[in-house]
């Protein structure tokens, strides 16, 4: 059984969940399917919720309401029967009575998960209901019920395989599961999530768990571009990537894919392909454990960068300087994405803010510290092993007009990554582009 996951934009309106069933059952054979919400309601909910936490029940209400006259007209659009048309209003107008009740009392942080959840319940619904009223044996399966985090915010896979395989038994013979992405139950029962962009996480973990043949990410771009399409001219597809590389990408830029999202598939071996719902044919994007040696593959960015570094006389030879100097951002929290170590000094780069000062003011216990922000990393991906002779210098070849402060290569054996300036992202993309696959 393949699993197939659409996001936002693919089930954006009621025609795109007419091509989505279309794509869904044109193979014939059982699939299971993840659904996100439509296009623009997770971030509707997120303001009802802003809304509702400044005591402001009247501006929740108003988007509720402007929420449940575009989903009405949804209706009237979808469905060609009387009967499924009142079967969907009844039940959307529960789920918008649901929201409405938050406004009537002391909200808390805990209800803000169950508010957000319920734009995936709307659009599996919705679409479940369509593929009733044309004929196709669908069957809704709520996420809650099988979906779970662990005490530490992890997805629990073995309580996910046994409860997903027992509700696959109990409905066996439908031509279509569907559930919503997303969503989920932590460790106490509470309704939670696996974070934005957890419908490819959900996706991955249900294919790991039923051992799909394959797991299809459907979005509105034709896989993985070589470089940013919105940045630099003459972009193609990369039609192969290893899990590694994939991940490099994601991390590093590539918006088309969540970072956490193929690691379920890879330790279960399952290949996942990244297609297009405007163009189905299109061949996307296959990540799998296979390599294409000596190639490079692609180049992403990550913008909103900061530099820092340390420089002392007494990291000279001295052991435990390091451990020091991790220790602080480990208690503020903070992710160091490079590092570049010399005798006298460490410089490293981080991709958030929200305790600079503190870290700062931490770290000038230890030596002179600089900050450089409104910096960019550029990552070059690919089978890049120091075996593989002259990668490395074709990049910097590329990179030779533009000051690069830091290079990161050897942590991994795919990719490199240069620390720019922002200002000279769009030139060094476009150089690199040319050096590497245009000539």
């Not at 991790?326 to 503020?332: A, C, M, T, V």
Request: net charge negative; aromatic share 8%.
């Amino acid at each position: 059984m393949k699993v197939m996951k659409f996001g936002g934009t693919s089930v954006g309106t009621p025609q795109r969940m007419k091509e989505v069933t279309t794509l869904v059952t044109k193979s014939g054979e059982p699939v299971f399917v993840v659904l996100s919400a439509m296009a623009g309601t997770t971030n509707s909910l997120v303001e009802i919720s802003d809304y509702l936490y400044k005591k402001n029940p009247d501006g929740a209400n108003e988007v509720i309401n402007r929420m449940e006259q575009k989903y009405m007209k949804h209706v009237d659009e979808l469905y060609s029967t009387q009967e499924m048309k009142d079967t969907t209003t009844e039940f959307l107008r529960s789920e918008f009575n649901y929201l409405r009740s938050f406004t009537k009392e002391l909200f808390t942080s805990f209800e803000e998960k169950s508010i957000v959840a319920q734009g995936e319940m709307m659009s599996t619904n919705m679409v479940v209901n369509y593929m009733k009223e044309i004929g196709i044996n669908a069957v809704l399966l709520n996420a809650l019920d099988f979906m779970r985090t662990d005490k530490n915010a992890e997805p629990d896979p073995v309580y996910i395989k046994e409860k997903l395989n027992a509700i696959l038994a109990e409905n066996e013979g439908a031509q279509v599961y569907i559930t919503q992405g997303f969503i989920c139950r932590n460790a106490y029962g509470e309704i939670d999530n696996l974070q934005r962009g957890g419908s490819d996480y959900t996706a991955s973990l249900v294919g790991a768990a039923i051992g799909a043949e394959e797991i299809q990410i459907w979005t509105d771009i034709d896989g993985m571009h070589n470089n940013d399409p919105r940045v630099v001219e003459k972009t193609e597809p990369v039609h192969q990537l290893h899990f590694e590389e994939a991940a490099e990408l994601a991390y590093f830029g590539a918006k088309i894919l969540h970072p956490t999202c193929v690691q379920p598939a890879k330790y279960a071996g399952i290949p996942v392909r990244l297609l297009n719902t405007m163009d189905p044919d299109a061949e996307g994007t296959t990540i799998s454990n296979a390599t294409e040696y000596g190639k490079i593959k692609a180049i992403a960015a990550k913008d909103n960068i900061i530099a820092i570094k340390i420089k002392s006389s007494r990291m000279l030879l001295a052991t435990g300087f390091l451990r020091k100097v991790f220790e602080i951002f480990e208690s503020y929290q903070t992710p160091i994405d490079m590092v570049c170590t010399s005798e006298v000094g460490v410089s490293m780069s981080i991709d958030s803010s929200a305790h600079l000062g503190e870290i700062v003011d931490e770290l000038k216990k230890y030596g002179t510290v600089t900050v450089d922000t409104g910096m960019c990393i550029i990552c070059v991906v690919g089978d890049l092993d120091w075996s593989n002779i002259g990668f490395e210098t074709l990049a910097l070849d590329a990179l030779k007009d533009i000051p690069v402060r830091m290079v990161s290569y050897g942590g991994s054996n795919y990719n490199i990554s240069f620390l720019i300036r922002e200002e000279d992202k769009k030139r060094a993309l476009q150089k690199l582009s040319d050096t590497i696959f245009n000539k």
